[in-house]
């Protein structure tokens, strides 16, 4: 298997996630890069879907803030 296909797949669910729940997907990506506090408000948007092995664009945003911030 090709790595193009599994970066388009992410690439798709990463946009769609940021166009049809931008607040849940912002927050989840800033929760998980540890720059937003541990608030039980704001873990209620917190997308679990998200979070998953195969969302490679995700977890990479979320380790460069990590290691930018």
């Given at each position: 298997?090709?790595?193009?296909?599994?970066?388009l797949r992410?690439?798709?669910r990463?946009?769609?996630?940021?166009?049809?729940?931008?607040?849940?997907?912002?927050t989840?990506?800033?929760?998980e890069?540890n720059l937003l506090?541990?608030?039980?408000?704001?873990?209620?948007?917190?997308e679990?879907?998200?979070?998953?092995?195969?969302?490679y664009?995700?977890?990479?945003?979320?380790?460069?803030?990590r290691?930018l911030?």
């Amino acid at each position: 298997m090709s790595i193009v296909p599994m970066l388009l797949r992410s690439l798709c669910r990463l946009l769609s996630a940021f166009i049809w729940r931008p607040a849940a997907a912002m927050t989840t990506l800033l929760h998980e890069s540890n720059l937003l506090p541990h608030n039980l408000n704001l873990e209620r948007f917190i997308e679990e879907d998200l979070l998953d092995s195969e969302n490679y664009l995700f977890h990479f945003i979320i380790n460069m803030l990590r290691c930018l911030w």
